[in-house]
């Protein structure tokens, strides 16, 4: 069973670019959510995804945009990039539980972001 | 809205002692969770300990363990006989019972002292 991947792992962009960061969930998780971990912050959750749906989203405008793919890996895409928008940016994925209404998120290692 | 807060952006414990990070949390919500996760040097957001609201008994996970007061809104993380492993940023965060999403605190950073 692998575990959540996420690539690439440093970015660089300058103000006004797009950018595209992957996930790939772990095996068997339909569900990835995105958040966004600004330099000493915790992470702030951007959407999630279930079964190629958004299923819910932060206070993120809306040049945060996603998509999830039918092997249920996502990517965040972000355009006009602002110099604010430098953080670390995690995507977890999960599974429903049978009979919980809790699901364990795994995360993923980062994708570190600068805008320039 | 739902809200966290730790109120120790860091801490440091000497090896083998004992360390308690604080938490607290704001929700009108009845039902919901609580964890602990750590994010070591390398990242990657691993969980520590999960305390349902509904239960009493506070959860532990071997060197692990959390004091959940509901009334207060309150939600710490022990530490026991803290090693050189557990150095790592630590996240206190809730997520309500019907929610989806993660709502996180701003984190300690915890340095364990040989």
């Known amino acids: 069973e692998t575990g959540v991947t996420q690539s690439p792992t440093h970015l660089i962009k300058t103000r006004g670019q797009q950018v595209t960061l992957r996930c790939s969930s772990q095996?068997?998780?339909?569900?990835v959510s995105w958040y966004q971990q600004a330099l000493g912050q915790g992470p702030q959750f951007i959407f999630q995804y279930y079964r190629e749906e958004e299923n819910g989203r932060g206070n993120f405008p809306p040049r945060f945009s996603g998509l999830q793919f039918p092997n249920y890996s996502s990517e965040l895409n972000v355009n006009a990039l602002e110099l604010d928008d430098s953080a670390l940016y995690l995507c977890a994925s999960s599974f429903p539980t049978q009979g919980s209404s809790y699901n364990e998120q795994f995360f993923g290692p980062g994708t570190r972001l600068t805008v320039l | 809205a739902q809200t966290v807060t730790q109120s120790q952006p860091e801490m440091s414990v000497q090896e083998a002692e004992t360390v308690t990070l604080s938490c607290t949390y704001d929700t009108s919500e009845n039902n919901y969770y609580l964890f602990w996760y750590k994010q070591p040097p390398s990242r990657q957001m691993i969980l520590v300990i999960r305390?349902?609201?509904?239960?009493?008994q506070n959860a532990t996970e071997n060197r692990f363990s959390v004091n959940f007061q509901k009334a207060a809104k309150s939600f710490s993380l022990k530490i026991s006989d803290s090693q050189l492993g557990d150095t790592a940023m630590y996240f206190c965060a809730f997520m309500t019972n019907t929610g989806n999403q993660f709502y996180f605190g701003t984190g300690t950073s915890l340095t364990v002292i040989p």
């Open positions: 305390q349902e609201a509904y239960k009493q």
């Open positions: 095996s068997g998780h339909n569900t």
